[in-house]
């Protein structure tokens, strides 16, 4: 490829290490040649601009891919304890893995319950078929300062109130209150 003349002999006096050199792409000064046709930029970092966004063209805009999330894991019990005295509200959610997290006016956080207690609540609600009992146990008697129990176990609710209770509940109802008193007044971090 020719440059022309003039343009030639302007580059070679500023950059004489091109003396002889043929070259299809000349930048100098502010003129760039590119196969023979003069083009003037008005700076070179313009120039350098247009070409990081001609080489970034293609690159910018990725599909985005067919991303299934990963399901975390199964709750294994989603207990609440309200009322009281004290006016508690406290939740506890236990997941299948043995994560486990608390809130209530004690604090929140979440913790890992240790194999042992989990087992003891799976046994506990296998051994008293959770699943076959009624859905809502109301207190046999009005009172002010009862504590009102939601449970839900593999997705069957049961809801009981103080003095409503069921005798073979209330081992369940212990074993979570017990791991909300142990981990509510000791390692529940926000």
Known sequence: MKIPGPLWQHCRQEFPEFHGVNKSILICGRITVIMGISVRLFTSA?????????????CVDQPAKNITPVPGPAILVDYTRTGGIGGFDDHLVVFENGAAVYSGQRGRGAFIVNQNALDTIRDSFYSIGFVRMNAYYPAQS???DYFTYTIT?????VTA???GV???LQP???SLNEIISGKANSSIRS
């Open 46 to 58: 313009a120039f350098l601009f247009v070409v990081a966004l001609v080489c970034m063209a293609g």
């Open 142 to 144: 009005p009172g002010a």
């Open 153 to 157: 176990y593999h997705n069957y609710t």
């Open 161 to 163: 109130e103080d003095t």
């Open 166 to 168: 069921p005798l073979v």
């Open 172 to 174: 369940v109802i212990d």
